[in-house]
């Protein structure tokens, strides 16, 4: 059984601070890592993708990836009201562009004005 | 083309009825997903198509779950004998090449 975790929170952070997200899988052959950011009531979007070792940035954004650990992580610095969301992690098993993700049931953000 | 649409965006029914939902894909997309999501959890992998073939199904795709994509273009996932257990957010996404999921609105589904 293919699993993604994630600490279902709530993380609570103040405006300004930076947030962190965490995510472990389970299965060592996973291709590609993906962040998507979830409205209460709304469809996730993505914020993010990383498919090697290391840091990937994109303005606040920051993915991490560590494969031997098989541990993802999200860094959201100056975090904002507006960033309050249940954050997925989701891990692809294929390559990129086949088959299907599985998601972690989230975490939700919230930040304190 | 602005995204995936879905309709209906909302369908309550009573248990038994049969219900259908229809996905647009984000016309250069050739791919396109089902996952149903419940609350609190994270969306559930249902089947996968490219162009019109559908490729892959999760066991969590009962007899009563069938979904097509004539012509590879839009898709519709129809549930018969609707149960209370699949009161759920029904999304589709669609991707390209990159292998991203690009979600729409969702349809969801509220069985009494």
């Known amino acids: 059984q293919k699993e993604v975790e994630q600490n279902s929170g709530p993380l609570s952070v103040p405006e300004g601070a930076i947030a962190s997200l965490n995510c472990t899988y389970s299965?060592?052959?996973?291709?590609?890592f993906f962040w998507y950011r979830q409205y209460s009531g709304k469809s996730p979007e993505l914020i993010m993708s990383?498919?090697?070792?290391g840091d990937k940035e994109d303005g606040r954004f920051t993915a991490q990836l560590n494969k031997a650990s098989q541990y993802v992580s999200l860094l959201i610095r100056d975090s904002q009201p507006s960033d309050s969301a249940t954050y997925l992690c989701?891990?692809?098993?294929?390559?990129?562009?086949?088959?299907?993700?599985?998601f972690g049931k989230g975490t939700k953000l919230s930040v304190k004005p | 083309d602005t995204g995936v649409s879905q309709d209906p965006r909302h369908k309550i029914t009573k248990r038994g009825q049969n219900v259908t939902f229809r996905c647009d894909p984000i016309s250069e997309h050739n791919r396109l997903y089902w996952y149903r999501q419940t609350l609190g959890q994270g969306p559930e992998f249902l089947t996968y198509f490219q162009n019109e073939a559908q490729l892959e199904k999760s066991r969590l795709l009962s007899d009563r779950f069938s979904a097509e994509r004539p012509k590879g273009s839009f898709s519709t996932l129809e549930i018969q004998r609707t149960e209370q257990g699949d009161s759920a957010m029904y999304l589709c996404?669609?991707?390209?090449?990159?292998?991203?999921?690009?979600f729409g609105e969702g349809s969801r589904l509220t069985v009494l």
């Open positions: 996404a669609s991707t390209g090449v990159t292998g991203e999921l690009f």
């Open positions: 299965d060592r052959g996973s291709q590609s």
């Open positions: 990383i498919y090697s070792n």
């Open positions: 989701a891990v692809g098993v294929y390559g990129g562009s086949q088959g299907n993700l599985i």
